[in-house]
């Protein structure tokens, strides 16, 4: 069974404890400007609302890049780059729609999000559940439970 | 280690930036951010300069678990010559600041001399310049922040810069970062605005590389942050309510100091309390407060995100005022209002707006405004004095005083020298409600003992955040003491002022504290940094920090005559609560500090002490 990143923005606090624990996963340093998630704040609104890759099915960015370094991960679902591979050509940063694989000035390739092979180290990090991994076909049970709890059914008539 | 070992020296007199090693030695006696940038100060400046001469210096620091996934270690310090109160200041802060310029590479900056012109210092990893800042002079920190992002081309840029507080060489002038975060306290603002420059702005892409063990970092902070989550007033009351959590607490036990100090309770702390943020206004139907919000790594969140009444009369036709932006946090909204006894919760959150757009520290503005209203209301100043009238309770005058003192407009002028210069000035100072020139926080010392004590004795003058012994006193962390007597206090204090020193140069935020003892600090710096980092070693760390913090003081002129409260605090007991009666018995826990301290009777440290500590 596949998960997904769960992302729930109201939950958001900007801590950034997320950026960190990725840029620890994937390069072993604590740098947040190579982390492959990242939170953005909307200073006059109050909002915050961590923004990573959402692994499409039909992904813009495997089926874009010319050298196949872009392959999934039958375990996990993830569209995973395979460095050794490839070329830094950019092509898929153009074909993502979304923005969120991005080029790497250190390694001169291309990176995403990869879900840690299954066990996210930034919804490990994350302090408020603002970032889950949960069942990919139910990223919206706790939206639907909301609404249903609003529903207005008396327990007893 | 968790240090870039690189600091970086700007001659602004010269226009030079310089890199430099970090002293590793002294980095492994003060640890980082307040103790090894005052290590560095004391190291290189004479005691007796003239705060806003361009001899003193400013250094900004960070410690070596700023940057770091340890809950908080966003924070950074100001250390300098305060022109205040002619003390050593060292004022931090949260945000994201701190944690960009050790991803820059850097540990501290230290700044010299003085600008022929107004500068910026920008820095870009191992780059660093100084740009002109002729067009940014006479703008705010809001201001400021933009439009560097903007010409700089760089949304990811952190700015931190000074506002027209600091320009004005407003005593209390703060520098402010990421928008609505300050090192506030002691005028920091004003030395920047000395030295010509307007603001410093950082992009660090190369990370904390060198944590000793990773593995075991990583493991041990977790372990931490749990520990953060699960407690009540960190896991729970902070974020919920911010450090208002505090305010009908500590009016209920009759410590809230009102109208400068006369009353100890304040009739409308319920309207201006973390409480009364939450409601909905009948106005408009939304409640102040929109949502909390973090510094950099910190899992706590106690920031407040707040909303002003668009329909408020200091606001109106003002949109600039109306998003989000930062909220009242408990030592803002008690020294905004409840000093001045004003409970109008939207004119406080104008002021506090006002307090972050043009960086000035809002407890210390707001007691000065205390102080102004008592002479007002004995007829010592006069309407035509300040302009307006300013009685207790007004919150127009507050609203009206905060614009002229930021911008230096007519009597503003004067409240931006501070309640000490200004009560001095008009004949009554001891209606001035400061230790060392520096004005108190939102804690009135005759219904919590030990912090009379606290505010006597600490390095920057008045201060909560020197020994948190509220934290003992109301709450019973780590042991509950009783907050209406003396006994024990002097040891309580020295115990929290020495803990305290090593949170702050760590690089953490102090409100871990509600939490966190040392002992679950220490694992997380033995963890990141090299050498050896037990408590023992700690513990000395701490109490060398304030014992060098000390010998700067005494050199500067400072003595026992300054470790005081004003008369008001000792001789003139409080009205109501739980304190009626009492006043603070500062006079019996002082000797006794200094006896505990290793000091003389006069507050001068002994020749055994410095040489037990290595200094």
Known sequence: ?157 | MAWNRKLLRVNLTAGTCTSEPLNMQWADEYLGSRGLASKYLVSEIDPKVDPLSPDNKMIMSTGPLTGTLASTGGRYTVVTKGPLTGAIACSNSGGFFGAEMKFAGWDMIIFEGRSPKPVYLYVENDKAELKDAAHLWGTSCWHTEEAIKHELQDPLVRVSSIGLAGENQVLFGCIVNDLHRAAGRSGVGAVMGSKNLKAVALRGTKGVAGVKDMKAFMKITAEKKKVLADNAVTGQGLPKFGTQVLMNVINEMGALPTRNHRDVQFEDAGKISAEAMHEKRPTDGKPQLVTNAACFGCTIACGRISEIDKGHFTVVNKPEYWGASGGLEYEAAWALGAANGVGDLEALQYANLLCNEQGMDPISFGATIGAVMELYEMGVLTREQIGIEAPFGSAAALARLAEMTARGEGFGKEIGQGSKRLCTKYGHPELSMTVKGQEFPAYDSRAIQGMGLTYATSNRGACHLRSYTVASEVLGIPVKTDPLTTDGKPELVKAFQDATAVFDAAGICVFTSFAWTLADVQPQIEAACEGDWSMDKLNAVGERIWNMERLFNNAAGLSRKDDDLPPRLKTEPAKTGPAKGLVNGLDKMLPEYYQIRGWTPEGVPTAETLARLGL
């Open chain 1, 1 to 157: 069974m596949w998960k997904s990143l769960h992302i729930d923005p109201k939950k958001c606090t900007g801590c950034l404890q997320c950026e960190m624990a990725c840029s620890v996963e994937h390069t072993g340093v604590i740098n947040p400007s190579k982390s492959r998630i990242k939170v953005f704040s909307f200073e006059t609104e109050g909002r915050k609302v961590p923004y990573t890759c959402t692994q499409c099915t039909d992904a813009w960015c495997l089926n874009a890049c010319p050298v196949d370094a872009i392959r999934i991960d039958a375990a996990t679902g993830a569209k995973q780059v395979f460095d050794d591979v490839c070329v830094g050509c950019k092509v898929c940063t153009i074909a993502c729609p979304f923005g969120t694989i991005n080029y790497n000035q250190d390694s001169g390739k291309v990176q995403k999000c990869d879900l840690c092979g299954g066990d996210p180290a930034c919804a490990a990090a994350c302090p408020t559940g603002a970032i889950t991994y949960v069942d990919a076909d139910w990223t919206g049970l706790d939206k639907m439970r909301a609404w249903a709890a609003k529903a207005n059914t008396a327990v007893t008539e």
